[in-house]
């Protein structure tokens, strides 16, 4: 016979410490519980397909996504989850980008056709997961394959985490405006291969829009413009986008003051303005109080045009800010002040008030110690034609523009893909960071050749970055809208002609300067950025100036992995579409 034989241990812990842990069990519980509670995941379907739309007293088919243009808008906190499954019913390949979104660890939903996928193409889906961590405020969503994101975008709304509260006024009520451009004939789908072919100009649009409308001043338009009811005395939160696609806007609105309180979907310093200057691919949130005589007003926007001798569509759209209980008579709204074409010095006086709300709950952790340093020359050149036929560009010749000199080529499998599963042959990693050939950047009568490449530059995780975009005069001058995928940045600095590397850094903002994802270096200038690469994955930096972008300014960083599994790429999702 076996006997059993029971040990038992007794701990003599004190009842006050065996309260006390159970205590902090039970919060760790509840706050497990309530961030559990708290992040939400939301699905989305978006069918790409073909829809007649009227403007300008003519019908055609445009892209959309799910029949609307502009598309759907998309609302969530800050720490939720997009699913969005987007089914291509169209007759063109395409991918789509979130604008403003981080994507951390997951470039796989980023969205830049041969960067970090191939297209999804004509009868295929795709699902992107966007994971939103830092992003708060207005950011939107669009194509990005060809020139699909003229009618294929939307507004994309994150707010403050649930429990918390804007650092403004809270608005009575928030009114998306996108900005768009319209084409009275043309297919937008088929611009961009009509001027390579030709080697001139992408076709000029006919009209701008505001919500999808030209408005009042063009023809065919004027019952249809977007109105803006508002009550006298009460706030509105205006979440203006800019998806145009080749040209800033100054936009202002008759008789009132706008308060700018964020950009990017990152908060800003408030200041007050009579106009705004917003380059493609940007996004600002505005506060605008109905505090004037009980009226109509114009909402306008028009473009600004550095580029000496570049066409543009010279028009003026129009929206209408209606007081509620006035009744549209047949007397024209006022119309807003709105800068000349060209006036550099307003949009640099604009721009110049950017600043970071920094508080103790919002610190600004701009990098100080830098072991990284890029400077990139962004050029419009002009190339050869492959022919002997001379091309519709200056002097027979055809547009080209470039980074460095070198014209980005998309490559026949994504960068992406080939970077992770050691692909050869799609990229090189030689990107010059600086200039290959030192000059006057911003001199003048400068024709200097670019050449081809799909070329980038391979980042350290969480090496400290100090880029500088200078601008060039070597075709013509221009301000670039410059966005960065992956990221936001610290802008620390701009001026006019050739970076001083001995002088310019002395007049850095260390200390407040605005946090960005898309930025207009000026004309003939240069703007310093910093941001420290904790990404890793595949990221795009380009102009949002279409036909730029269209001829080669656009390149790539490669951040590689972290130490850690929290600091290396996912692994790509089943369904990526092939190549």
Avoid at 173 to 185: C, F, S
Avoid at 268 to 286: E, N
Avoid at 372 to 378: K, S, V
Avoid at 455 to 475: A, H
Wanted: aromatic share 12%.
């Amino acid at each position: 016979m076996v006997r059993k034989t029971t040990m038992e241990f007794k701990l003599n812990i004190p009842n006050t410490i065996v309260k006390t842990l159970e205590t902090i069990v039970f919060f760790l519980f509840v706050l497990l519980t309530f961030q559990i509670a708290e992040a939400k995941i939301h699905h989305h379907t978006f069918k790409i397909k073909s829809k007649a739309y009227t403007r300008l007293c003519d019908t055609k088919k445009i892209l959309t996504v799910n029949g609307e243009f502009p598309g759907p808008t998309l609302k969530a906190y800050r720490g939720d989850k997009l699913v969005v499954n987007v089914i291509n019913n169209a007759n063109y390949n395409i991918t789509l980008h979130w604008h403003g979104a981080r994507q951390v660890r997951n470039p796989w939903s980023d969205g830049p056709e041969y960067v970090t996928q191939c297209p999804i193409r004509p009868g295929e889906s795709y699902v992107y997961k966007i994971d939103l961590t830092v992003e708060e405020g207005t950011i939107w969503w669009h194509a990005h394959s060809q020139w699909a994101r003229a009618t294929v975008h939307g507004a994309f709304i994150v707010y403050p985490k649930r429990g918390s509260s804007y650092p403004f006024p809270k608005p009575h009520r928030e009114i998306p405006l996108i900005l768009g451009e319209w084409w009275k004939k043309e297919n937008i789908m088929h611009i961009p291969e009509k001027a390579n072919t030709t080697g001139g100009e992408p076709a000029i649009s006919n009209a701008y829009t505001i919500n999808g409308q030209p408005g009042y001043l063009y023809p065919c338009s004027k019952p249809e413009t977007f109105k803006l009811t508002v009550v006298r005395g009460r706030r509105y939160l205006l979440r203006i986008i800019n998806a145009v696609m080749d040209e800033e806007l100054f936009f202002a609105i008759a008789n009132h003051t706008l308060t700018v309180v964020a950009k990017d979907g990152l908060y800003l310093k408030h200041f007050k303005t009579s106009y705004l200057m917003i380059t493609p691919g940007q996004s600002m949130d505005v506060l605008l109080c109905a505090n004037q005589r009980s009226n109509h007003y114009f909402v306008a926007a028009r473009a600004y045009s550095s580029a000496v001798g570049a066409g543009f569509d010279k028009t003026t759209t129009t929206a209408i800010l209606k007081y509620k209980g006035v009744s549209l008579n047949r007397s024209k709204p006022i119309l807003p002040y709105l800068p000349p074409y060209n006036r550099t010095e307003a949009s640099t006086r604009f721009t110049n008030q950017f600043r970071s709300l920094r508080s103790d709950h919002r610190p600004v952790n701009v990098p100080v110690k830098i072991d990284t340093r890029l400077l990139y020359a962004i050029s419009v050149n002009l190339m050869n034609c492959s022919d002997d036929k001379p091309c519709t560009g200056p002097f027979g010749k055809r547009f080209s523009s470039s980074i460095n000199n070198i014209s980005f080529v998309n490559p026949s499998v994504d960068i992406l893909r080939a970077y992770y599963r050691h692909i050869g042959g799609v990229f090189q990693e030689d990107f010059p960071r600086n200039p290959p050939t030192k000059f006057n950047y911003t001199g003048e009568n400068l024709r200097f050749p670019t050449r081809f490449g799909t070329k980038v530059v391979v980042l350290d995780y969480n090496s400290s970055v100090e880029l500088i975009l200078q601008g060039t005069n070597v075709l013509a001058s221009d301000n670039h809208p410059i966005h960065l995928h992956g990221y936001s940045f610290y802008v620390v600095g701009s001026g006019f002609g050739n970076f001083d590397r001995r002088k310019d850094p002395l007049k850095y903002n260390l200390v407040d300067p605005p946090e960005e994802t898309t930025v207009g270096v000026p004309r003939n200038g240069w703007t310093a950025v910093r941001f420290v690469a904790n990404n890793p994955g595949v990221w795009l930096l380009h102009c949002h100036i279409e036909r730029h972008a269209t001829w080669g300014m656009n390149t790539v960083f490669i951040v590689k992995d972290g130490p850690t599994q929290s600091s290396r790429i996912v692994k790509p999702p089943p369904d990526l579409p092939s190549c």
